[in-house]
Nanobody
Framework: QVRLVESGGGLVESGGSLRLSCAAS????????MGWYRQGPGKQRELVAS???????IYADSVKGRFAISRDNAKNTVSLEMHSLKPEDTAVYYC???????????????WGQGTQVTVSS
């Protein structure tokens, strides 16, 4: 079994910063892309940032220049540094990791339980 455990999040004032972390554990053979999604009130889940195993990150236009994603391949962790937060960043943030559990298993996406980020104006 694979488990993703998220930490961080919380309540912050507009302009503030937060750091989210996600650790993957369990039966893991290989990890491919790691990323963060978010779902705001009444909105669809959207990609915030993703980083490939080789380290090339991509960002949603709405967070470019404010958020930074990083990963530690040795620890199977992914983090999201969030700066200059805005009320519209308020959402539940989900960790998403592509994992294969054995040499012959295909990669599949696993999701964390979600962590709430609330930005007050």
């Amino acid at each position: 079994q694979v488990r993703l455990v998220e930490s961080g999040g919380g309540l912050v004032e507009s302009g503030g910063s937060l750091r989210l972390s996600c650790a993957a554990s369990g039966t893991i053979f290989s990890v491919n892309a790691m990323g963060w999604y978010r779902q705001g009130p009444g909105k669809q889940r959207e990609l915030v940032a993703s980083i490939a195993r080789g380290g090339t990150p991509i960002y949603a236009d709405s967070v470019k220049g404010r958020f930074a994603i990083s990963r530690d391949n040795a620890k199977n962790t992914v983090s999201l540094e969030m700066h200059s937060l805005k009320p519209e960043d308020t959402a539940v943030y989900y960790c998403n990791v592509d994992i294969s559990t054995t040499l012959l298993s295909p990669f599949r996406a696993y999701w964390g339980q979600g962590t709430q980020v609330t930005v007050s104006s």
